[in-house]
């Protein structure tokens, strides 16, 4: 049986050839979920069957092609949980989190708040906000087929409610209008004429552009929360580096927003707004 270390050590130089990143990580995490195990574990095994090597080396040659990582593990991490995702459904990314650090400080104020999250996907923002505030109500609201079944498959046993419908629709939640106090939304923003990395494709088009400047549903997006929120409430809303000054812009001139503020990413990055109802 080969050792555990000598597996890593050439699964890690296929994928930094490959154009992997996070190299090193990659191969951690599939060679855990070949083994069946946490990845902090690894350090205690010495040698890996030959059945769980021969379905790493399976696993490896779907990254190597750069297969996203999380659709050969099939969930990926968000906040406190995993969810459930495959190819039709957006990968919720690490950046995005910020949105619900954004949004908690009004909802811990309320008791049993209500939370609407547009252009759900995976449900990752309802789903996290409704971990973490107690008595929280989400509303995951997603018009694509085949997200929706990756949505419905989160949502499962949460006190998340799965709505399938479209952003643009102006009755959208008619019944909860004025009611709700924080809108979240992740939603197809890169714009069309933009290059992406390999990853990146392999998402849904509808769930990462969003037309020539990647600003075709932000309208859309800031009327329905605007219609949604109650006075006080908070939207956050996820968007492209390059919008940095064209969203705040875009709730400004709307006039129904107060506290319009520009947020930056880890990285440094223009990446999300807020703002409050007024």
């Given at each position: 049986?080969?050792?555990?270390?000598?597996?890593?050590?050439?699964?890690?130089?296929?994928?930094?050839?490959?154009?992997?990143e996070?190299a090193?990580?990659?191969?951690?995490?599939?060679?855990a979920?070949s083994?069946?195990?946490?990845?902090?574990?690894?350090?205690?095994?010495?040698?890996?069957?030959?059945?769980?090597?021969?379905?790493?080396?399976?696993?490896?040659?779907?990254?190597?092609?750069?297969e996203?990582?999380?659709?050969?593990?099939?969930?990926?991490?968000?906040?406190?949980?995993?969810?459930?995702?495959?190819?039709?459904?957006?990968?919720?990314?690490?950046e995005?989190e910020?949105?619900?650090?954004?949004?908690?400080p009004?909802?811990?104020s309320v008791?049993?708040?209500?939370v609407?999250d547009?252009?759900?996907?995976?449900?990752?923002?309802?789903?996290?906000?409704a971990?973490?505030?107690?008595?929280?109500?989400?509303?995951?609201?997603?018009?694509?087929?085949?997200a929706?079944?990756?949505?419905?498959?989160?949502?499962?046993?949460?006190?998340?409610?799965?709505?399938?419908?479209?952003?643009?629709d102006?009755?959208?939640?008619v019944e909860?209008?004025?009611?709700?106090?924080?809108?979240l939304?992740?939603?197809?923003y890169?714009?069309?004429?933009?290059?992406?990395?390999?990853?990146?494709?392999?998402?849904?088009?509808?769930?990462?552009?969003?037309?020539?400047d990647?600003?075709d549903?932000?309208?859309?997006?800031?009327a329905?929360a605007a219609?949604?929120?109650?006075p006080?409430?908070v939207?956050a809303?996820?968007?492209?580096?390059?919008?940095?000054?064209?969203?705040?812009?875009?709730?400004?001139?709307?006039?129904?927003?107060?506290?319009?503020?520009?947020?930056r990413?880890?990285?440094?990055?223009?990446?999300?707004?807020?703002?409050?109802?007024?």
């Amino acid at each position: 049986m080969t050792t555990a270390s000598a597996l890593l050590t050439t699964a890690t130089a296929l994928l930094r050839a490959a154009g992997v990143e996070s190299a090193r990580v990659d191969a951690e995490l599939l060679l855990a979920h070949s083994l069946g195990v946490e990845r902090s574990r690894l350090p205690v095994v010495e040698a890996v069957p030959p059945g769980a090597e021969s379905a790493f080396a399976a696993a490896l040659a779907r990254r190597v092609l750069r297969e996203p990582l999380q659709h050969i593990v099939g969930h990926a991490p968000f906040r406190h949980l995993e969810l459930a995702v495959g190819p039709g459904v957006f990968v919720p990314r690490p950046e995005t989190e910020l949105l619900v650090d954004a949004v908690l400080p009004t909802l811990r104020s309320v008791a049993e708040p209500t939370v609407v999250d547009l252009c759900a996907g995976s449900g990752a923002l309802a789903l996290a906000v409704a971990d973490e505030v107690r008595g929280a109500r989400g509303y995951a609201v997603e018009s694509a087929a085949a997200a929706l079944d990756w949505l419905r498959r989160n949502t499962v046993g949460t006190s998340v409610q799965v709505v399938a419908a479209d952003v643009r629709d102006p009755d959208l939640l008619v019944e909860l209008r004025a009611r709700v106090d924080a809108v979240l939304c992740n939603p197809p923003y890169v714009p069309a004429t933009q290059r992406v990395g390999p990853e990146v494709r392999a998402d849904p088009d509808d769930s990462v552009f969003g037309g020539p400047d990647g600003l075709d549903l932000m309208p859309a997006v800031a009327a329905r929360a605007a219609q949604l929120l109650r006075p006080g409430g908070v939207v956050a809303i996820e968007h492209d580096d390059t919008h940095g000054e064209s969203m705040p812009r875009l709730l400004t001139h709307l006039g129904c927003w107060r506290d319009v503020r520009a947020h930056r990413d880890l990285a440094g990055v223009p990446r999300y707004v807020t703002a409050l109802r007024r």
